[in-house]
Nanobody, 116 residues
């Protein structure tokens, strides 16, 4: 059973930065065609934020383009999300998962709160 553990969230002021990490166990992230970060804000549906393919290609939802960067370290079996110029509307619980997601892979997520 794949387990994904997210970390790195916290409270940050608008304009600040955070780097999220997602460590996978039981299976190499390189075995998946793509990994992704998702987020869910209060009262909203979970949304796709960023994707990184097995080949290293990346894609982002429009609202984070130019501010967020997804990357991975295969040796550490870890996917990262570098977030810069954070805005209050980025406040959400952030999750990683395969893309397309697998319901059984959802972890606890990591809370990101952007507020002054």
């Amino acid at each position: 059973q794949v387990q994904l553990v997210e970390s790195g969230g916290g409270l940050v002021q608008p304009g600040g930065s955070l780097r999220l990490s997602c460590v996978a166990s039981s299976r190499s992230i390189s075995s998946f065609s793509a990994m992704a970060w998702y987020r869910q804000a209060p009262g909203k549906q979970r949304e796709l934020v960023a994707i990184i393919t097995r080949e290293g290609n990346t894609n982002y939802t429009d609202s984070v383009k130019g501010r967020f960067t997804i990357s991975r370290d295969i040796a550490k079996n870890t996917v990262y999300l570098q977030m810069m110029s954070l805005k209050p509307e980025d406040t959400a619980v952030y999750y990683c998962n395969r893309w397309p997601y697998v319901s059984n892979y959802w972890g606890q997520g990591t809370q990101v709160t952007v507020s002054s």
